[in-house]
């Protein structure tokens, strides 16, 4: 049974659980653990990789809903990351294979970790001096986990087109080094364009909302950022899409 499987498991109701556990006792056991985001460790205990995605599919289901607010959304999918436990024994093997097949290679590493229709989670590892240039992330949410290493990141609002629609101002709304732990955000409408250059060898867990498809990938854009503050001003940007 796969993980996704096991994960709608746990959705069905008591009785159906209690029936369920009498000829299957590893699916209660499952079930504890994947739901301790529920209340079974403290409030601000660490949670396991199977809890971590359920509490993450649960926020991310909210996005089909009239009530849908994508800061509320950011609030709660980032406690929710900030709780993940980095030494839960699947992450611990992904990264570690990920950076055995990675490292040396001369290129960032995307490795998917869990993919929904709400929402998905990719393994971005860096080595030392690895960047991704100022890019955007179309009609999507963004949450960035830094598992190990220290990533310096900018992030942008994009102010407006000019004329010619190839150049656009960007406001730099924050500029800060992600070290393990720690997290950063970008909604649809704010931080949503950024840059990232690793300061040494790093893994980041991204968790995007909703994932990517053939039309988001389209539609994404790359820029070039002229480094010097438009007009002397060092928040401003001119910028050309590529």
Not at 159 to 184: F, I, P, R
Request: proline content about 4%; some cysteine.
């Amino acid at each position: 049974m796969d993980d996704y499987d096991r994960r709608h498991f746990i959705r069905t109701s008591i009785p159906g659980f209690l029936g369920l556990s009498m000829a299957l006792p590893a699916i209660t056991a499952f079930a504890t653990k994947a739901n301790a985001f529920q209340g079974r460790v403290p409030e601000n205990g660490a949670i396991n990789w199977d809890a971590f995605l359920t509490a993450v599919e649960k926020e991310a289901k909210v996005q089909h809903l009239d009530q849908w607010n994508e800061l509320n959304y950011i609030k709660k999918a980032s406690a929710i990351a900030a709780r993940l436990n980095l030494q839960d024994p699947l992450l611990e093997k992904a990264f570690a294979a990920v950076k055995k097949s990675g490292v040396g290679n001369g290129r960032i590493d995307f490795t998917p970790l869990e993919k929904q229709i709400d929402y998905h989670v990719t393994l971005v590892q860096f080595e030392k001096n690895e960047e991704i240039a100022h890019h955007d992330h179309p009609e999507m949410t963004g949450v960035l986990l830094c598992a190990t290493g220290d990533v310096e990141v900018w992030n942008y609002d994009l102010l407006g087109e000019k004329a010619d629609k190839e150049h656009v101002l960007l406001k730099q709304t924050s500029h800060a080094n992600l070290l393990k732990g720690k997290v950063s955000t970008l909604t649809s409408k704010e931080r949503n364009i950024h840059r990232l250059l690793a300061k040494d060898f790093t893994q980041l867990v991204d968790i995007f909302a909703p994932p990517y498809d053939k039309k988001r990938i389209r539609d994404s854009n790359w820029f070039d950022v002229d480094p010097d503050g438009f007009k002397g001003n060092d928040e401003i940007y001119l910028a050309k899409k590529r």
